[in-house]
């Protein structure tokens, strides 16, 4: 049962709608967590039990919210309540979504003033550098709508990558080409492509906020899990290392057009793998990567 199917059944039952709540799946289907909703079983506190949704009728609501004139249980309420770690794990997610200025303002208030977001672009093609960027916001930055630059329009990326740019108090990109990540991997390529984004901010950041990436650094560093999508200042990172790195693909793509980088920006696609086969490699292309490398031993 999908939400608008939930609002259906919910319109045909004749009782106030302030005066009941909604649990279960259907909580977290109608906060975006999950898709369809299953039948539960709750305890005896049932005053309706429509197939997929189980109602309660409540004489003072507490911990809810309200959706299309219906009250449904909180996303924390439910965190507290289930034992699914996976289903956590969503709802962890989409509330850390919901404040991505929530790290930066709690640091502020331990009394960092400079905190940078650190990320990268360019770990899976085949072609081309890896591509990182820092940025440090200030306090009163506002773009709305930014979020992880993969979830964008490149209309929208571009657009924010000036905008960043403009409001920002400082940032950094670091390029490593695709020969250094064949001699020391694109592991310890991505982490030298950070430093260098920290080292090319001025001023320089007094902490560091990564997209889960460990760094040995001389001032602290959290890494995030989907750090793009929870911090405002890695997703501003996230942007510019990514617009940065497309438009060097798009350079390639007018050199060598077969290989279709304008819109692979060197990742392994059909056309892609193809055009290798067909065409042969260039000096772009990392030799240490799978396909790259068959096809060196195919033809040496």
Known sequence: MTKK???????????????????GDTSIVCHGIKRNCDELEVNSLIDFNIPGIIVKVVDKLDNYDEINDYNFQKLESILDSTDDKALKKKIELYLDCLDTYQNERKLKEEGYKLIGGVDEVGRGPLVGPVVAACCILPDDFNLDGLTDSKKLSEKKRNFFFEEIKRQAISYGI???????????????????????????????????????????????????????????????????????????????????????????????????????????????????????????????
């Open 5 to 23: 199917d939930i609002f259906e059944k919910l319109r045909e039952i004749n009782v106030d709608s302030s005066k009941y709540i909604v649990v």
């Open 174 to 300: 670091g390029i490593v080409s695709e020969k250094r990540i064949d001699e020391i991997n694109i592991y310890e390529a991505t982490k030298e492509a950070m430093i260098q984004a920290i080292n090319n901010c001025n001023p320089k950041p007094d902490y560091v906020l990564t997209d889960a990436m460990k760094l040995d650094l001389d001032i602290p560093v959290k890494p995030i899990i989907k750090g793009d999508l929870r911090s405002i200042t890695i997703s501003a990172a996230s942007v510019l290392a990514k617009v940065t790195r497309d438009k060097m693909l798009y350079e390639l793509d007018k050199k060598y057009p077969m290989y279709d980088f304008k819109n692979n920006v060197g990742y392994p696609t059909k056309k892609h793998l193809e055009a290798i086969n067909k065409y042969g490699i260039i000096d772009e292309h990392r030799r240490s990567y799978g396909p790259v490398k068959e096809y060196l031993e195919k033809n040496n």
